[in-house]
């Protein structure tokens, strides 16, 4: 049966810091490895961040949605086009008297009656239980969106200039040139559902580093500087935003495609989770602890 150390303070063992490189391990002796160990992995700032901006992204995106069932149309440019949208979803009534919801996506038309313009004998572009507030509620939308949106970009910055104080993000996020070598082998991995073990689980893969900085520094500050854009107030206030992204209207489009951004990166995370162990990952990420089991050690006896 495996037995389980747990280092810290009170124990004989020292404390395994993922904090510390951990890259090139010194080698233990033999019949000192536990079969398991519980290693702290994440300091208190980057749980907290981390969960604040999980609750953050959740009611930002079924807000948006809601804010979007209001005019259910994208557009490029400065002003609407509704003669050629460049994704619509609404309902229309056929030639036998059913409703039928369809989304229209760059001028192709595909039926998505009960999840898209109509559900539940309900017409709106995206169902109640996708939305903040559930029912067709503007005006508390944009106020849930206003206020989760600031509180999810003061958390970004909070965590952003920990992450740099701390060299959290150059420590453990930033990929090193050997892990950018190693992108085909780890994606290999991935695809066989084949994940990292050991002491391996204290250090993030090159995929994890390199998702977790485009979050950062990519789609984090564009959905931001993009929501900012669709306000006419920023705009006038800063109007190279509008020069930036191409008018208004390609503002909200470029919003919508990093919603969903956002929507998919938070698919592969979880589910990241749950194939690496759910109950393991999720307690590492309340308390700091992870346990980490050791394959394949001998021990003495």
């Not at 029912?135 to 849930?144: E, F, I, N, S, T």
């Not at 919003?255 to 990166?265: L, M």
Request: net charge positive; with cysteine; hydrophobic share 45%.
């Amino acid at each position: 049966m495996a037995t389980l150390n747990q280092t810290g303070p009170d124990s004989q063992l020292p404390i395994v810091d993922s904090s510390v490189p951990t890259n090139n391990p010194s080698p233990r002796p033999l019949g000192t490895i536990p079969e398991a160990e519980m290693v702290y992995r994440h300091a208190l700032p980057v749980r907290i961040g981390h969960w604040l901006n999980a609750v953050c992204l959740v009611i930002l995106i079924m807000s948006g949605l809601q804010i979007f069932n209001a005019h259910p149309a994208l557009y490029w440019g400065d002003r609407s086009d509704r003669d050629h949208p460049v994704l619509s979803i609404r309902a229309l009534k056929s030639d036998d008297g059913q409703v039928k919801g369809i989304t229209t996506l760059l001028g192709h038309p595909f039926d998505t009656t009960g999840v898209l313009g109509y559900s539940n004998h309900s017409v709106r572009a995206f169902p109640a239980w996708a939305t903040v507030p559930s029912g067709k509620w503007l005006a508390m939308g944009r106020q849930w969106h206003l206020f989760f949106a600031w509180l999810f970009v003061i958390t970004g910055v909070v965590f952003a200039t920990y992450g740099l104080v701390s060299r959290h993000i150059k420590k453990d996020l930033l990929p090193t040139g050997r892990d950018l070598r190693g992108i085909g082998k780890a994606v290999k991995e991935h695809l066989m559902l084949r994940h990292s073990k050991g002491e391996e689980v204290t250090r993030y893969n090159v995929l994890q580093k390199l998702a977790y900085m485009g979050v950062l520094f990519g789609l984090a500050p564009l959905i931001i500087l993009t929501g900012l854009t669709m306000s006419p107030m920023i705009d006038t206030a800063f109007p190279w935003l509008l020069t930036l992204f191409g008018g208004r209207q390609s503002a909200r489009t470029i919003h919508f495609i990093a919603c969903f951004s956002f929507i998919g990166f938070i698919v592969v995370h979880v589910s990241q989770v749950i194939l690496t162990g759910f109950f393991n990952n999720i307690r590492s990420m309340v308390t700091g602890w992870l346990v980490v089991k050791h394959v394949g050690v001998r021990h003495e006896h």
